[in-house]
């Protein structure tokens, strides 16, 4: 767990640097015009639910079958990737567009003139998701970090201020996207070319993938090609609903919400991210034992992180509201936080399951789970979004996770005899009541600035002395015990 703690911290850093940028503009900037924030995030949620239909698995490969090629001394791995990729595009592009046009005809789905570019966008996407991947082979994930979600967060807010200001029009929006998303791309290629992983000239991955691997790994990418499926459905699907069902002004209104709940993926795909090749190279040793270990360690790690930006986050809700522009427009929604945070908080208590079938010789029942997940989301998207609107696709979201999340967890546990879950979990329960019950019933002041502080400032040393002295997570009683003896010790 050391170098996936360590690895995970400083890209968290990294990322909450972007989260404050993100903030700026999510409290100041986007509410400006919530219809068209809407409409962007409707563009990138849209060809964010495409790449896996169209990369169907080869994401996938990278952290799987990197060890094997590394130990045979086969270079070209990146050349024999995007060959695969772009094979796969073509033939996926070949069965989505008339599929698409078929589908207009009959009035299937919405006509829209963005299409199209959507698509480009989401064929871009499919490449940066591969390099970015294969950063974490040669253990870099910050500086990838730094250009899939600082340019983001930078950008993106540009684009749309020249849109509130009549220096685009709607349809000039996604062609924006485009090249920000192309310039992304090819600072990558630039990287991995820097630190000597963009071999794209060599040829042996490409034969030894033809000799021994070609039927192996396509049907490795064909089932797991699921997961990212599910792992789509789960994080754009809702957006997706909600501006099909209801409106863009309605994914305006919803998406502050998934900000906040950001926060909470970033240690999340932090640990995931580095996680990935480790859990890889220990099935393909056979440690299980290790596999255990890393997967209890990263579910109380990011529980422990999950309870605390939840319980800062609510105890700040208020105040945040009063001072965003518009903010008066997301008053009633504030439950929806709440619902959102029980989704994420499901995953974080499960940690790397995913990680764990995908790596493991049972990837195939992928397949099963995100059929699950995909039925459920869907059917309860139609359900609770016409009952409740943007509440409900909260609601939807919350359960169609769990489904998914405690059905994996049975599988692996059955399979394995292993599960993510400690006793020591339950002591958490505690800080979570003592929040609402500070929320509701201490902190009564009018003044929104003093409460906020105060409440947090007194939490945030309670917990800390809360879970140190229980002794929950072994990384940081560790950290906190070189702390303070670097404070003693002045």
Same mark, same amino acid.
């Given at each position: ?100 046009? +078929?589908?207009? /005809?009959?009035? $299937? &789905?919405?006509?829209?003139?963005? =299409?199209?570019? #959507?698509?480009? %966008?989401?064929? @871009? ?41 009549? +220096?685009?029009? /709607?349809?000039? $929006? &996604?062609?924006?996207?485009?090249? =920000?998303?192309? #310039?992304?791309? %090819?600072?990558? @290629? ?54 099909? =069902? ?245």
């Amino acid at each position: 767990m050391g170098i996936v703690f360590r690895q995970s911290f400083k890209n968290s850093l990294i990322n909450y640097s972007g989260v404050i940028i993100g903030a700026v503009s999510t409290l100041f900037i986007y509410p400006l015009n919530w219809e068209m924030y809407g409409d962007i995030q409707l563009f990138i949620a849209s060809a964010s639910l495409l790449v896996p239909f169209l990369s169907m698995g080869v994401q996938s490969i990278v952290n799987k079958y990197y060890p094997y090629f590394e130990k045979h001394n086969s270079t070209g791995f990146i050349r024999l990737l995007l060959m695969i990729a772009l094979r796969r595009v073509i033939i996926l592009s070949l069965v989505i567009i008339p599929l698409v046009f +078929f589908m207009l /005809k009959y009035n $299937i &789905i919405e006509s829209r003139t963005e =299409l199209p570019t #959507i698509y480009i %966008l989401s064929v @871009i996407m499919v490449f940066i998701s591969i390099f970015r991947i294969h950063c974490s082979n040669m253990k870099r994930i910050v500086v990838p970090d730094i250009f899939t979600k600082f340019f983001v967060k930078i950008f993106i807010p540009l684009i749309f201020l020249l849109s509130v200001y009549d +220096f685009f029009h /709607k349809g000039q $929006i &996604i062609l924006a996207l485009i090249f =920000l998303y192309g #310039i992304i791309m %090819l600072c990558l @290629i630039i990287y991995l070319k820097k630190i000597n992983a963009f071999d794209i000239q060599e040829k042996e991955a490409s034969k030894l993938f033809k000799t021994n691997l070609k039927s192996k790994m396509n049907n490795y990418m064909l089932y797991n090609s699921f997961s990212h499926i599910g792992s789509s459905l789960s994080i754009n699907l809702d957006k997706v609903m909600i501006g099909n =069902l209801l409106s863009s002004l309605a994914v305006g209104l919803y998406t502050p919400f998934l900000f906040l709940n950001t926060l909470m993926d970033i240690p999340l795909n932090a640990i995931n991210y580095i996680a990935n090749p480790i859990v890889s190279k220990h099935f393909e040793s056979d440690k299980l034992f290790e596999i255990e270990q890393l997967y209890k360690s990263t579910a109380v790690n990011l529980i422990l992180v999950g309870v605390f930006i939840f319980s800062i986050i609510w105890l700040n809700l208020d105040f945040i509201l009063s001072i965003m522009t518009n903010g008066k427009d997301l008053i009633p929604y504030k439950i929806l936080f709440v619902i959102l945070t029980l989704s994420k908080m499901t995953d974080m208590a499960t940690s790397i399951n995913t990680s764990i079938i995908t790596f493991s010789p049972f990837y195939k029942y992928n397949i099963l789970f995100v059929f699950i997940l995909g039925l459920a989301a869907l059917v309860s998207n139609f359900y609770f979004i016409s009952l409740w609107g943007i509440i409900g696709a909260g609601i939807a979201t919350a359960c169609s996770v769990f489904i998914y999340n405690v059905l994996k967890v049975l599988f692996i546990n059955i399979k394995y005899k292993i599960h993510p879950f400690s006793y020591k979990l339950t002591y958490l329960v505690l800080p979570l009541i003592i929040v609402f019950l500070t929320e509701r019933y201490f902190f009564e002041d009018k003044n929104l600035f003093l409460r906020s502080t105060t409440s947090s400032l007194l939490f945030s040393f309670f917990y800390l002395f809360f879970v140190y002295k229980i002794k929950i997570s072994k990384e940081l009683n560790y950290r906190l015990n070189d702390l303070i003896n670097f404070i003693t010790s002045r």
